[in-house]
């Protein structure tokens, strides 16, 4: 089983690979044409959200025994 700090560890890398996703997609979006390009432009738009969710998740587990973290309320479920 993983300790918490190692799975925001997985979480901080599948956010890299995310990020990178989202570069070679922003590179080729402007040769698609109209139906094709408003698809990626949605695609794109999902792997922000992926994205964003995944350095949040991995943030919160990387701080979850940091009582910083919980007595200044950035992490309220």
Sequence with gaps: MSTL???AG???EAAAALKL???????SLDALPGGQRRAAERD????RQMLRETREVGDLV???YDPAYWRD???IC
Aim: proline residues 0%; aromatic residues 14%.
């Design 10 to 12: 997985a979480y901080l």
């Design 44 to 47: 794109l738009a999902l792997l």
């Design 73 to 75: 309320e950035r992490y």
């Design 5 to 7: 700090r190692e799975l």
């Design 21 to 27: 996703a989202i570069q070679d997609q922003e590179k």
């Design 62 to 64: 990387r701080h979850y």
